[in-house]
């Protein structure tokens, strides 16, 4: 008869113990376990902008590796004789085919299409938002610069990743964009025509495209994003201390938050389920890309009103905006109607991303370590060169549908041109002036603010006939991201000595423009501010005339 010793309570079984002792012995992570578990996250809602990303990564994997199942790479041709009668008996690729198949034959296929188109645009969406959110804050600073640039190599790769699967299916909106694609290569000087010839492995289309950017889509780049994600959004973020906007209780050397463990697991997971949820009603009740409706890729059929996904439209604009500029030298022509918006525009959106967090310090001398984030009020120059930028990217998104505003508004398709020409260069520079003003204004309502109090609408009646208003002080916690020290975002360069002599770095031509450039970004920074008080009361008295007079 045997006798069973019953387990005291809080103490790990025997077997799972072994294990976790066989494990630690051979890969070491148990420190690193009751390390990260223990680990403060920031309680804020912005900083759950990135796990969107990270969780639309997820399912993209997910359906991707659903659809490959099913899904030809290939552009030979072939009669489809599917369920789709009103396609029956048309020539087509059997990469188009095998789309249709999908969506029509197999079980769930275009539900889950849907949910991978849609948690496509959601993962750039993302991304985007991830981005301002770093830039505007200068989340971006010492010691996180990696880190930015992997977020801008990934925001490019996503890109291209969506324009290549966004071709797969070979219809003819996706041809548009291929045909496109061939234009802007071949636009290039002296290697273009090479190029062309081994991206498309012959005469445009080609038989070889597809194939190839079925292997760069689901091979090529996935690995790389697979390689860098972690990195980005683990390993340094991990390794790094979390940064944190400021605060009661914040500074640049403490950390405040919850514990990875239960706080943040139990929040991130939620909010998993609530990205899924998002993506899978999407691709329930909207529908995107009915490629059946568009039929195949035809080099001879030209589609009015083609429109690409929302992250390709600023390239769509600026082609739609450049003139018809081209010239001859040595020879070759160089066609700068192709060559400025394909190539000069994204270089210079995506080189100034990569290299603002190094001009940023060049210009402000700020070579300190920060975990303490900036609120953009505090530093308008920074917040009015993004608004800036975003005016710019935006403009040039909505001029990729010039041609639909023209039909929709009833105005000549030459006057939007025009107008969205004039106003890419008029719309930053007003965006610029209208954010470094706002935030001015609101940093003077924060010095009001501190030296008034809030108003409570309690207007009280002297006993000589004065009217006041009862206003309290902020209290601690609202006076502490105005009041609390905090590392400067920038330093004073160039300062002469006692003697009125320049120092070293303030001479040379360079050397004055870096001066003229720190002082114009000084300028406007938020000035230390000292609180009045907290949670008293007094009277904001203002002369007014009496009932009797």
Request: hydrophobic letters at 45%; charged letters at 15%; aromatic letters at 12%.
């Amino acid at each position: 008869m045997s006798v069973t010793t019953p387990r005291r309570p809080g103490r790990t079984p025997r077997a799972l113990g072994a294990t976790g002792r066989a494990i630690d012995d051979r890969f070491g992570g148990a420190k690193f376990g009751a390390k990260a578990i223990k680990k403060a996250f920031p309680d804020h809602w912005s900083f759950l902008l990135g796990e969107i990303a990270l969780y639309s990564f997820v399912i993209i994997l997910l359906t991707g590796v659903f659809l490959t199942l099913f899904f030809k790479p290939s552009a030979t041709q072939m009669i489809y004789e599917g369920s789709y009668a009103k396609l029956r008996g048309v020539q087509m690729s059997e990469a188009y085919a095998s789309t249709l198949h999908i969506s029509f034959d197999i079980r769930g296929g275009l539900l889950v299409r849907q949910i991978h188109h849609w948690a496509t645009v959601l993962f750039l969406a993302a991304i985007l938002i991830h981005m301002l959110r770093n830039f505007f804050t200068g989340a971006f600073r010492k010691p996180r610069e990696l880190n930015w640039l992997i977020g801008v190599t990934l925001f490019i790769l996503v890109l291209l990743n969506g324009l290549f699967g966004y071709s797969l299916p070979d219809d003819l909106l996706s041809g548009t964009g291929l045909r496109i694609l061939e234009g802007v290569l071949l636009g290039l000087p002296l290697v273009g025509s090479y190029a062309t010839m081994f991206l498309f492995g012959g005469e445009f289309p080609g038989e070889e495209i597809i194939p190839r950017l079925f292997s760069i889509h689901v091979l090529l780049i996935p690995g790389i994003l697979a390689a860098l994600i972690p990195l980005h959004a683990v390993v340094l973020t991990w390794h790094q201390t979390h940064t944190q906007f400021p605060g009661r209780g914040s500074s640049n050397e403490t950390q405040k938050g919850y514990p990875f463990f239960p706080v943040f697991v139990g929040k991130t997971v939620a909010y998993q389920l609530w990205t899924f949820a998002v993506i899978i009603l999407l691709a329930t009740f909207a529908q995107v890309n009915p490629v059946w409706l568009y039929g195949p890729y035809d080099p001879g059929a030209i589609s009015a009103g083609s429109q690409p996904d929302w992250y390709m439209g600023f390239l769509e604009g600026s082609l739609r905006l450049m003139p018809n500029w081209e010239f001859n030298l040595w020879g070759y022509t160089f066609p700068m109607n192709v060559l400025i918006p394909a190539l000069v525009v994204p270089g210079v959106l995506f080189t100034g991303l990569a290299v603002y967090p190094f001009l940023e310090r060049w210009v402000t001398g700020d070579h300190a370590t920060h975990h303490l984030l900036d609120r953009p009020r505090d530093v308008p120059v920074r917040t009015g060169i993004g608004v800036a930028g975003m005016v710019f990217y935006g403009l040039l998104w909505i001029a990729g549908a010039n041609d639909i505003i023209a039909h929709t508004f009833h105005i000549p398709l030459f006057a939007t041109t025009w107008f969205f020409r004039i106003a890419i260069f008029v719309g930053p520079v007003i965006g610029f002036i209208v954010a470094q003003r706002m935030c001015l204004g609101l940093q003077r309502r924060d010095r009001f603010l501190l030296e008034h109090g809030l108003e409570t609408g309690v207007i009280m009646l002297a006993p000589d006939g004065r009217y006041s208003e009862l206003e309290v002080h902020l209290s601690k916690e609202a006076a502490a991201p105005l009041t609390d020290e905090r590392l400067p975002t920038a330093l004073p360069l160039g300062r002469p000595d006692r003697e009125g002599i320049a120092p070293p770095e303030a001479r040379g031509r360079m050397s004055r423009v870096r001066l003229g450039l720190n002082r114009w970004f000084i300028r406007d920074l938020r000035e230390p501010v000292s609180p009045h008080g907290d949670g008293e009361s007094r009277h904001h008295e203002e002369q007014t005339p009496s009932l009797e007079k």
